[in-house]
């Protein structure tokens, strides 16, 4: 399955690698049908690590 190897990569790079998100008054400022999801496309178990950045007055 050679093919496979890529396949996560252009997935990937479809979705981008970060999302900004607002915040007011500590509550998501999402739409009545958006929420924040984490989504892996690797097919192998990997080790990952999210940073978040705040960015405020």
């Known amino acids: 399955m050679e093919w496979r190897k890529g396949f996560s990569h252009v997935r990937a ?4 690698p970060s999302i900004i998100v ?4 500590k509550v998501l400022l ?3 049908w958006q929420q924040v999801v984490l989504v892996e496309f690797y ?3 990997r080790q990952r690590e999210i940073i978040l950045t705040f960015i405020g007055d």
Request: proline letters at 7%.
């Open 13 to 16: 790079a479809i979705q981008g």
């Open 22 to 25: 607002h915040f007011e008054k």
């Open 30 to 32: 999402l739409g009545t």
């Open 43 to 45: 097919t192998r178990p």
